[in-house]
């Protein structure tokens, strides 16, 4: 059916996304390796189902959303998985993050098999995931994109043609790269004016509204003050990116020292425990 879409992945990301393709009149049939967390959109008249080869059966459309390299691998190309199972024609959106060599295997593997893969990733958190205001970053050929566009424009607010397959992964990374090294500068810096004894509010006000102002300044300072480090985009995960920032770089022979270092606090933090917290939680590693 043309508005049926598959989703795999119903984390912090991907329930709010599933609920805003349902709220666009699209018919979802939703699969978590946890079932437990779609209960909420089966509660708005999402189709739960107990395997990817039931969700993705006849499916017009199927959307990823999962955690990382692995998980896609198992979601895309595991004998039960969405290559394997989805009918010829289908559009595979993949929002994963993921690497570059990774989104190229999983389109190389749907061409074969007459599927079309977009790689998707996407710039925004919770808050931007539940209020349809994600970016997509799309790798891919054009057609099949145009042909997604209602569906990302369901689910986010802009979608950027990047290039050819793998281009949205890249392009992803570098994203998050930058937005890592701002979220380290962010906690130096106030940890810093802490120190000194410069007034929380006043620090807030000002970086928030000066040349560095931005949304994480906004977002971010305000969670490192308050020490509520609750999940918007976890650190954990943002270590991995970097991780696989630099192995990109590595690729292209390209010096990336800033990164480095930034990584390395980020997996700090993460081996010390703070990898379920957001990534402002970095703070706790400069700002004891």
């Keep these: 059916m043309p508005n ?6 119903l ?3 991907g329930a709010p996304m599933a609920a805003n393709l349902l709220a666009a009149g699209f018919t979802v049939r ?4 946890s079932p437990e967390k779609a209960a909420a959109l089966e509660a708005r008249g999402a189709r739960l189902c107990r395997s990817l080869s039931e969700a993705v059966a006849d499916a017009a459309f199927v959307v990823s959303m999962v955690a990382d390299d692995e998980a896609t691998r198992q979601v895309m190309l595991a004998d039960d998985g969405v290559i394997a199972r989805a009918a010829p024609g289908t559009i595979v959106i993949d929002s994963s993050t993921n690497t570059p060599a990774m989104a190229r295997e999983v389109a190389q593997a749907a ?3 007459g599927i079309l893969h977009l790689d998707a990733p996407v ?7 539940g209020n349809r205001e994600l970016v997509f970053m799309v790798g891919g050929d054009e057609a099949p994109l145009e042909r997604a566009r209602p569906l990302l424009e369901a689910m986010g607010r802009m979608t950027i043609h990047c290039g050819p397959s793998g281009a949205g992964a890249t392009i992803k990374l570098v994203n998050n790269m930058l937005s890592g090294t701002m979220n380290a500068a962010i906690a130096e810096a106030i940890a810093v004016a802490l120190a000194a004894g410069v007034n929380p509010e006043a620090a ?6 000066g040349a560095a102002g931005s949304r994480l300044t906004r977002t971010k300072l305000p969670k490192m003050l308050t020490r509520n480090f609750s999940p918007q985009f976890q650190l954990g995960l943002m270590d991995k990116d970097l991780r696989y920032f630099l192995a990109m770089a590595q690729q292209v022979d390209q010096p990336a020292p800033i990164a480095a270092l930034v990584r390395s606090q980020f997996q700090a933090a993460r081996r010390a425990g703070l990898g379920g917290l ?7 590693q400069t700002g004891r």
């Design 123 to 129: 710039s925004g958190s919770v808050a931007q995931a």
């Design 278 to 284: 957001d990534v402002s939680a970095l703070f706790l």
């Design 11 to 13: 984390g912090a990301m």
């Design 111 to 113: 061409s074969a098999r």
């Design 4 to 9: 049926d879409v598959a989703f795999a992945g």
């Design 204 to 209: 807030q006000a000002v970086l928030a509204e």
């Design 30 to 33: 939703a699969y978590n390796r």
